[in-house]
């Protein structure tokens, strides 16, 4: 077996996580390789780059990427009760992915990360991880790797993390498209569309949308998208499938190993969202990996760190998140449209319209329930779990 050279922090996916998590540890000191399976950077539409301005400025990659801004939405209720929701100023923008991507790796190279591609993690053996890299195998050592593999992480599974709460299936086509208004996304709520989550209409480049629904009914995903296209009267252009874990692992970190992103499970359980957070906790993994290698402390104690500094940072968002997507996903469709028809309401929808935020959504979580509790105790056709609404 071929040995590779010694690194003090391996980063394993080159996502854009794993490429923040690089790029912060080559920051802080550490000399840094990335390796990524694939032979250049995935050009998948599997996501729908729907990412708030703070999530670009986070990355600190520029404007470059943006290809639409978005000034409010249109939320619609299986009766097809559409509720419109409008904001001041720009709450969300759409990104070109994988130029976003491209941008985040070139930032962790001009750091000075080793960026390999064509190079796979194929196993942990003792204190070497095992490499294949063109046909052949190598054994390398790193003080700390960071497995920023994704959802299915590999990472996780070799040094037995628990697993994420669940797994939702994501499908999503590129449609030609040409918007009402411009500015402005289209959500679905129905079971018969997208059961217990929710189907999008994303307006991006110009005459095309990116539309996808996620479910964890996931053997029939298929038949999902063909409804929602027919609704939606659209034809796909092509379409990819992808996993969206939601709730994170309940532990994050082990002897020598750290997992971040979509490997850890910390996507915003809401709305399946992982770029924020997930370039939020890779600075934060590149910062405790660094730290640690470089004072040689890199055992599982010293690690857990990383975990209580992410919780603190993100933990309590998605454990709110968690409870949103469980409620709105324990309703059933008569019960969305009456929830729809307690929200619709000016004064609820300026407030979402004004301060809603794609990132930290419980603040205004926390003024919807209380308007819900309130509609609540005058209307007992909603059966909802009255302590629910002490959240
Ligand atoms: C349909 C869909 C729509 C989405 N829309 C949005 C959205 O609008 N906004 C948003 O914020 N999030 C969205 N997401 C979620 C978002 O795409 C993920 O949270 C994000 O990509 C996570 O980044 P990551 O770097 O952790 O993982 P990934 O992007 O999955 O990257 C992991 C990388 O690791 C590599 N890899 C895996 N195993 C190995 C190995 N053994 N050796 C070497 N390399 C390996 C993979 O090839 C991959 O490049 C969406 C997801 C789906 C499925």
Known sequence: MKRFGNCEVLVVGGGPVGAVAAKTAAHFGAKVVLIEKRSTISESRRCTGLISPRCLKEAEVDKGVVVREIRGGIIYAPSGRGIKIKARDTKAIVID???????????????????????EAIALDGDSIKLKRNGHIYSANAKVIIGADGP????????????????LLGIQAIVPYE???????????????????FAWVVPAESGVARVGLATDKKRKIFSYLKRLLEKINCKALNFTVGLIPIGARKKTFADRVIVVGDAAGQTKPASGGGLYTGIVCGKIAGE????CALAGETSEKALAIYDEKWRRKIGKELSIGMLVHRFLAGLSNRELNILFNLLDN???????????????????????????????????????DYPFLKV
């Open 97 to 119: 992915r994988p130029l976003f991507n491209r941008r985040l790796l070139e930032q962790a190279q001009e750091a000075g990360v080793e960026v390999l591609f064509s190079t």
């Open 346 to 384: 000016q004064m609820l929808l300026d407030i979402v319209g004004n301060y809603g935020d794609i990132d930290y959504p419980s603040s205004v979580v926390n003024i919807f329930f209380k308007q819900m509790k309130n509609q609540y105790i005058k209307d007992k056709s909603i059966k909802i």
């Open 179 to 197: 918007p009402e208004e411009a500015s402005f996304l289209k959500i679905l709520f129905d079971h018969q569309i997208a059961p217990s989550f």
């Open 288 to 291: 405790v990996a660094a730290q």
């Open 152 to 167: 299915k992480s590999k990472l996780a599974k070799w040094v037995n993390l628990p697993p994420p709460t669940k797994f």
